[in-house]
């Protein structure tokens, strides 16, 4: 290697290196998919967990073996299912099919979009950068802390009387 003397030998060694260095860090990521086509993921969200698979399709999202309008009854926690397929601009393409368990029907939407969100991006990689930025492959790690004995709940003290 060339002895650097100056600013100059500096900046021409490190512009000269630069290329070589990005393009070893950056490996390209693959399309991960089963012999039938569907990318699998495994979202979490408080207590609950869900197993769901993508392929191509109308739309069709299907928890637990009923339509997602009979699962998920409420239009919000809908929405919160919906959400991956608007950001990453794929509404209607995909069909979504999630076993999920524990927790109560907010954690459990929340797992299912967790889920579709990590399957979107390793069915096609290239929906990472939108589902990233939009906090979708981050797993929301809250869940509910614990009673300690002592303690009426978590942190509430049981009532003081000096009397």
Do not use: C
């Not at 012999?35 to 993921?41: M, V």
């Not at 209607?92 to 797992?111: H, I, K, R």
């Not at 939108?130 to 981050?138: D, E, H």
């Not at 942190?155 to 009397?163: H, L």
Request: aromatic share 6%; glycine share 10%; charged share 25%.
């Amino acid at each position: 290697m060339a002895e650097i003397k100056s600013l100059d030998d500096l900046k021409s060694a490190v512009s000269a290196a630069a290329p070589a260095a990005a393009a070893a860090e950056a490996p390209k990521r693959v399309p991960v998919r089963d012999k039938l086509g569907r990318a699998y993921a495994t979202g979490k969200r408080k207590n609950a967990v869900a197993r769901v698979w993508i392929k191509p399709g109308s739309g069709k999202v299907v928890v637990n073996g009923k339509a997602m309008a009979d699962y998920f009854a409420r239009p919000v926690l809908q929405m919160i299912l919906r959400q991956p397929f608007t950001v990453a601009n794929v509404e209607g393409q995909f069909d979504v099919m999630a076993t999920v368990a524990g927790g109560g029907l907010s954690g459990q939407a929340g797992a299912v979009k967790h889920g579709v969100s990590k399957a979107l991006q390793l069915y096609e990689p290239a929906l990472r950068g939108a589902l990233k930025a939009a906090g979708f492959l981050t797993r929301d790690s809250r869940v509910v802390e614990r009673k300690k004995y002592g303690k009426r709940k978590a942190r509430r003290s049981f009532q003081f009387s000096k009397r």
